[in-house]
Nanobody
Framework: QVQLVESGGGLVQAGGSLRLSCAVS????????MGWFRQAPGKEREFVAA????????IVAHSVKGRFIISRDNAKNTVYLQMNSLKPEDTAVYYC????????????????????WGQGTQVTVSS
């Protein structure tokens, strides 16, 4: 049984930083790309960042470019999202997910291409 557990969310003032972690059990993620998504109240789940299986390629959404960094530690079966210069519009529940295909060369931005998801962690940025 594959389980993903996100942590590191919380309440932070605008301009602050948070580091989210996503620990995966039940599957070795070293052969899989990983993604972070977020969902604000009343909005659809949207792509935030993704990293390919090797860790050598990453992509982030335009809205967080230059502020958010995705990384992975395959030895710990964990993926991270470093969030800097946070803005109130970053407020959302953040989810991590595992790519449904192993060793995909390019990251995928579509929620449909991820088959395991965590329960989410709330990030609230106050102005």
């Amino acid at each position: 049984q594959v389980q993903l557990v996100e942590s590191g969310g919380g309440l932070v003032q605008a301009g602050g930083s948070l580091r989210l972690s996503c620990a995966v059990s039940g599957r070795t993620i070293s052969m899989y790309g990983m993604g972070w998504f977020r969902q604000a109240p009343g909005k659809e789940r949207e792509f935030v960042a993704a990293i390919n299986w090797s860790g050598r390629s990453t992509i982030v959404a335009h809205s967080v470019k230059g502020r958010f960094i995705i990384s992975r530690d395959n030895a710990k079966n964990t993926v991270y999202l470093q969030m800097n210069s946070l803005k109130p519009e970053d407020t959302a529940v953040y989810y991590c997910a595992v790519d449904r295909l192993p060793q995909r060369n390019a990251q995928t931005l579509s929620v449909l291409e991820y088959d395991y998801w965590g329960q989410g962690t709330q990030v609230t940025v106050s102005s």
